[in-house]
């Protein structure tokens, strides 16, 4: 793929003096935050406060023998609102005492007003005797009980009881908020208000609020919520920003005007820094900077180890605007085009034409080089409005998201929507080398299914004339539940190609949410049983002289790379910012040394054990 032209430089190296233009929060003492690193890089700015988007609601009235159901609803967001203000009450623990005893108070009264209460009762009210929808019985509600209080503001009252009435009020209003947010289901996030150079601080984020995010304007990201590889994670990195997940208590502690240091590679954030803070932190601007240059060095070298192993490394594309960042990393194609990004953020489902046109983009700007596009992977925590709103999926989400509908699975009961999606990227193959991906495979009946479906699409588009190539694109599938991996003999004589999700293989033999931030000790993709299924998927793959690639996060982890590599992987698909730093690695080793590292670690039973051993193996820190 050719040079593309130079992008916009990354907003945290312009940003490099931006504490000049924002006086340090002199007024404010410094607080620090722990959370989980997700894209490395520092960023300094001030904070855009994003917790609570303001979600329009217009007056609407109900039938009177709706208004059970209108009640039922109410209590499903009372319920809902109360399990998240008790996780973020329990998530406040970790911080130090005088940062608790600032936020756990406004926690508490946000929970005490959606218990028997007077906004509680008010809505009720409002619900069964002025017949008004929830949602619009709540803004008027809490606009009621949030005037009155404001009402009581006297003209010698003094400064500290009248702003006192204020907070008051807003707290009421922001209650408010947070049950009509839980009422509609959060609708898409709007971040046009965003200033230049501002660092996104956020109670929660989810993928396709991330995937608004416009790297040219924003500094960084911080948010309470989300663990290491969750799809806000992966968002994020695509987004390629300073960004820290999980920092508990953050984004009830910012204030306006308050500024802040992200540093998305020790997973830190530090509200109104010092002058001492600000100094270092503008020092690790400079370094990473200059960290990029020397990776940008890679680009034209080639990926292979000291005994002449090449090693294949292709990019991961979430959104299209990481396509001049993946052609700077010097990625050979891309590994795992996630096409979610498609359907987010849009009121319809794209047609056939308007996919054809994106997945040709796409292809086309590669250049020849080889586009793995995965089918539509819904499901989890990937909410999809457009799916809902056509009534493809259902509006109120499973008990359990993860283990429900998910990816092949829906694509089979809505086979109108995995028919133009599959006809929409047989026809982009034309402009380049193309495979095709099956997302959340568990068992042969899927991939047969999933191929008679791909086989009748193409005779049908043959029919209609339109130009495919000659010979059908690759039809591969994700391993990325036990399920997959150990029926990876059986699934190997079906698919034309493995790629491993570490992140979903990871999440699924643990039991852990990758996406949650109290879970992340728990998260781990060295543990023994994750690596087996790893070695048990690619040996059976190896076997059938079958592609076997990784593109889950462990793929872009250089800390992880000779392991892999010792298990007999060759293929890596990562986010293109990792491409340099695993190139850095594959370049360093010896397929014989990375094979006896992993016989080692297979020996293993225990992750600690084996973390030590993978970082021993460099023999000095990798990443
Ligand atoms: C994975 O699960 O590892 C994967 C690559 O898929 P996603 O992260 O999109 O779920
Ligand atoms: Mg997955």
Redesign the pocket.
């Known amino acids: 793929m050719s040079q593309p032209p130079t992008p916009p430089p990354p907003q945290h190296k312009r940003l490099a003096r931006p504490a000049d233009a924002v006086a340090p929060g002199a007024a404010r003492p410094e607080r620090s935050f722990t959370g989980i690193p997700i894209a490395p890089g520092v960023a300094i700015g001030p904070v855009f406060s994003a917790s609570e988007p303001k979600v329009e609601v217009t007056r609407h009235k109900i039938q009177a023998a709706d208004t059970p159901a209108e009640g039922a609803r109410f209590d499903a967001a009372i319920t809902q609102s109360r399990k998240q203000l008790l996780k973020l009450r329990a998530r406040l623990a970790i911080l130090p005492e005088e940062s608790q005893q600032e936020i756990a108070p406004l926690i508490d009264a946000y929970i005490r007003m959606i218990g028997p209460s007077r906004l509680v009762r008010g809505v009720r009210r409002r619900i069964d005797e002025t017949l008004l929808a929830a949602e619009s019985a709540v803004v008027e509600e809490a606009e009621a009980i949030a005037g009155a209080i404001q009402a009581q503001v006297e003209p010698g009252m003094s400064a500290e009881d009248r702003a006192g009435l204020t907070r008051r009020a807003d707290e009421v209003r922001e209650i408010g908020r947070r049950l009509v947010r839980n009422l509609t289901h959060a609708p898409f996030r709007n971040f046009a208000a965003l200033p230049a150079g501002a660092v996104l601080v956020s109670e929660s984020l989810r993928p396709a609020d991330a995937a608004l995010l416009d790297p040219a304007r924003l500094a960084g990201v911080a948010a309470e919520e989300g663990g290491a590889?969750g799809?806000t994670g992966?968002m994020l990195r695509a987004v390629g920003v300073p960004a820290v997940l999980g920092a508990a208590g953050l984004a009830h502690a910012v204030r306006p005007g308050d500024v802040v240091v992200v540093d998305g590679t020790a997973g830190t954030v530090v509200l109104n820094p010092s002058v001492i803070t600000l100094t270092a932190a503008r020092r690790a601007v400079t370094a990473f900077a200059r960290e990029r240059q020397r990776y940008a060095m890679l680009r034209r070298l080639p990926a292979e180890t000291q005994d002449g192993a090449e090693i294949e490394l292709a990019a991961?594309l979430e959104l299209p605007l990481e396509l001049p960042q993946i052609a700077q990393s010097g990625a050979h194609g891309i590994g795992?085009l996630?096409s979610e990004f498609l359907f987010m953020n849009r009121e319809t489902v794209p047609d056939e034409a308007s996919q054809t046109e994106s997945y040709r983009s796409i292809v086309e700007a590669m250049e020849g080089d080889p586009v793995t596009i995965r089918t539509l992977?819904w499901g989890?925590e990937k909410e999809i409005e457009a799916l809902s709103a056509a009534g493809i999926v259902p509006e109120v989400a499973d008990a359990n998201p993860a283990l429900g509908l998910r990816g092949i699975r829906l694509l089979l009961r809505r086979p109108e929507l995995f028919e133009t999606q599959l006809a929409a990227i047989l026809r982009a193959a034309v402009a380049g080398p193309v495979r095709v991906l099956l997302?959340m495979v568990t068992n042969v009946a899927e991939v047969r299914a999933a191929r008679e479906t791909y086989e009748r699409v193409a005779r049908r588009l043959r029919r209609r004339g339109e130009r495919l190539p000659e010979k059908l694109p690759p039809l591969g599938i994700?391993i990325?539940t036990p399920g997959a991996a150990l029926s990876a003999d059986a699934l190997a004589l079906e698919a034309d190609f493995f790629?491993i999700?570490?992140?979903?293989?990871t999440a699924y033999t643990l039991a852990v949410d990758r996406g949650e931030a109290d879970l992340a000790g728990l998260y781990d993709p060295m543990h023994p049983a994750v690596l087996r299924l790893v070695q048990f998927a690619t040996e059976a793959a190896l076997r059938m002289r079958m592609p076997v690639s990784v593109?889950?996060?462990m793929a872009g982890n250089p800390r992880l790379t000779p392991l892999l590599l010792g298990l007999g992987l060759r293929s890596f698909s990562m986010n293109a910012a990792s491409v340099p730093r695993v190139k850095q690695v594959v370049r360093a080793v010896d397929i014989d040394a990375c094979t006896r590292l992993a016989r080692r670690v297979m020996e293993q039973s225990d992750a600690v054990a084996i973390a030590e051993m993978v970082d021993g193996f460099m023999g000095r820190p990798v990443g």
């Open positions: 590889d799809h992966v991961n795992l996630r992977d989890g997302p994700m990325e790629a999700g570490t992140n979903d293989l593109c889950g996060e």
